[in-house]
C-alpha cells in the first residue's frame, strides 16, 4: 500500500508559500515493513519541529527519529515526541528513504518468582504468593496465555486458604486490576486457571500474580502460605504449553494472628527482645502490630540487651476487650533488661493494662531493668494516657 503526499507546505497564514513537501508512506504488509520515502523538497528560513516515526498504543511505544541539521543522518528518538528540525535549507533530499520493520511478538523465557516474603495477617486478602513472569519480544501480533497451572505446595494447612485468584500486569508492579480465570475457592493441591490475557505492548514484562485469601480462623503455629507454577499455555500457533525455568522459587509467608496465652522472651524464646523493631525480634513490635485476642503473659527467660526501644502502644483487640499483659520471670534467679539510649529502655506509649511483675511464685525480686547511657532521661516511660499499669 502506497499513500502519497504531493505539493504539501507548512501553514501559518500564508507566509510559506515557496515551500514543496512530497512523500510517500509506504506499507508493505506480508514483511511489516513501514518506509516513508521524500522527493523533492524545499523550505524557506523559517524553521520547526516536525516528527517523523511510528506510535503505537502509548507513550512507551515509538520508533522515531531526531535531527537538528541532517535528514540524511538522523539519530533514533529517544522520547515519544522527538523531533526533526525543518527549514532554512535544513531538509530531506529527494529520494531520502527511513525504514521500519515491525517484530511480530515472540516468546523469550519465562520463570517463577516469590512475590512477598512478608508475614500475613489471618483474615488478609488478595495477598502475593508467587508470580510467573513471562518475558517477550516484538510487539505487532501479541499472543494471548489461555491456561496457567500453579499448586499450593509449600502450605503448611491448605484450610488457611479461603481463596486463590490470579491477577495480570503488563510490568513488575502489582495490581489487582486485571483478574485472569475465575476464583477458585478452598483451593488445594492443582490450581489450573483459564482465561485469554493478551501479553500488552507497554512492557515486554508479563506477570501473572498468584494471590490468597486467608482464612480468618487459620491456625498460626508454626502456618506458611505457598505455592508453585508448574506450567502455562498459550494462543501461539499449535497452542504451546511450557513450563517456566523455575516452578518452585525459594521462600514462603508465615501467617500470624492477634497474640494470647504465654510467650517467652530472651535467648531461645519466642522473641528475642522487648522492643526489636521486627515482628519476629521484638514483642512488642509483635504487640502493635498483630494485637491481642486474650491476655497474654510474658515470661522473661534470661537476661536480654535491648536495642530497637519500640515502644508498646495502646493494641487492638479481636474476640473482646480489656485484655491486660503481663511481664514477670520465668523462674527464681535474676533477669536483667538493659539498653543504651538516651531516651527509654522500656516505654508504655498509651499502653493500658501493663503489669511488670518482679515476682517468682509470689515473692522475690528478680527482673531489672538498667539504662547505661551516661545521660539518660530514664529507664521506663510512661506516656500519652497508659493507664492501670
Known amino acids: 500500500m502506497v499513500i502519497q503526499f504531493k505539493g504539501w507546505r507548512r501553514y501559518s497564514g500564508?507566509?510559506?508559500?515557496?515551500?514543496?513537501?512530497?512523500?510517500?508512506?509506504r506499507l508493505h504488509e506480508t514483511s511489516y515493513t513501514v518506509e516513508i520515502i521524500y522527493g523533492g523538497c524545499t523550505s524557506s528560513s523559517s524553521t520547526s519541529l516536525i516528527q517523523v516515526g511510528l506510535a503505537g498504543n502509548s507513550t512507551s511505544e515509538y520508533f522515531n527519529l531526531t535531527t537538528t541539521n541532517n535528514w540524511s543522518s538522523p539519530s533514533t528518538g529517544s522520547s515519544v515526541d522527538a523531533s526533526m528540525t525543518f527549514g532554512n535549507s535544513i531538509q530531506p533530499t529527494s529520494g531520502t528513504k527511513y525504514t521500519w520493520t515491525l517484530k511480530t511478538q515472540s516468546f523469550s523465557s519465562a520463570t517463577t518468582e516469590q512475590a512477598s516474603t512478608n508475614i500475613v495477617l489471618k483474615g488478609q486478602t488478595n495477598q502475593q504468593i508467587i508470580r510467573l513472569k513471562i518475558i517477550t519480544d516484538g510487539w505487532v501480533f501479541p499472543f494471548s496465555v489461555t491456561s496457567i497451572t500453579f499448586t499450593t505446595s509449600g502450605?503448611?494447612?491448605?484450610?488457611?486458604?479461603?481463596?486463590?485468584?490470579?491477577?495480570?500486569?503488563?510490568?513488575d508492579a502489582f495490581s489487582t486490576t486485571t483478574q485472569f480465570g475465575s476464583q477458585i475457592n478452598n483451593p488445594s493441591g492443582t490450581l489450573t486457571f483459564t482465561g485469554s490475557q493478551v501479553l500488552g505492548a507497554s512492557s515486554s514484562t508479563h506477570s501473572f500474580w498468584l494471590v490468597y485469601d486467608i482464612n480468618g480462623s487459620a491456625t498460626t503455629n508454626n502456618q506458611y502460605v505457598d505455592g508453585t507454577c508448574t506450567s502455562f499455555t498459550t494462543n501461539e500457533s499449535g497452542s504451546p504449553t511450557r513450563s517456566p525455568s523455575v516452578t518452585d522459587p525459594t521462600g514462603n509467608r508465615q501467617i500470624l494472628g492477634a497474640l494470647s496465652g504465654t510467650v517467652t522472651v530472651g535467648e531461645g524464646g519466642d522473641y528475642p527482645t522487648l522492643t526489636g523493631t521486627q515482628i519476629s525480634t521484638g514483642l512488642f513490635t509483635a504487640i502493635n502490630s498483630l494485637g491481642l485476642s486474650g491476655n497474654l503473659t510474658v515470661n522473661i527467660i534470661s537476661d536480654?540487651?535491648?536495642?530497637?526501644?519500640?515502644?508498646?502502644?495502646?493494641?487492638?483487640?479481636?474476640?473482646?476487650?480489656?485484655?491486660?499483659?503481663?511481664?514477670?520471670?520465668?523462674?527464681?534467679?535474676l533477669k536483667t533488661i538493659s539498653g543504651n539510649s538516651s531516651s527509654y529502655v522500656i516505654s508504655l506509649n498509651g499502653a493500658d493494662r501493663v503489669t511488670i511483675n518482679g515476682n517468682y511464685s509470689g515473692s522475690g525480686q528478680y527482673l531489672k531493668f538498667v539504662n547505661t547511657n551516661t545521660s539518660p532521661s530514664s529507664t521506663l516511660n510512661i506516656s500519652n494516657s497508659s493507664t492501670d499499669n
Open 155 to 171: 502450605t503448611t494447612t491448605t484450610s488457611n486458604i479461603t481463596a486463590a485468584r490470579v491477577y495480570y500486569t503488563n510490568s
Open 304 to 333: 536480654i540487651t535491648e536495642t530497637g526501644f519500640t515502644a508498646l502502644n495502646q493494641w487492638t483487640e479481636t474476640g473482646g476487650s480489656g485484655y491486660t499483659v503481663t511481664i514477670q520471670p520465668s523462674s527464681a534467679s
Open 14 to 25: 500564508g507566509s510559506y508559500t515557496s515551500e514543496l513537501i512530497n512523500f510517500q508512506i
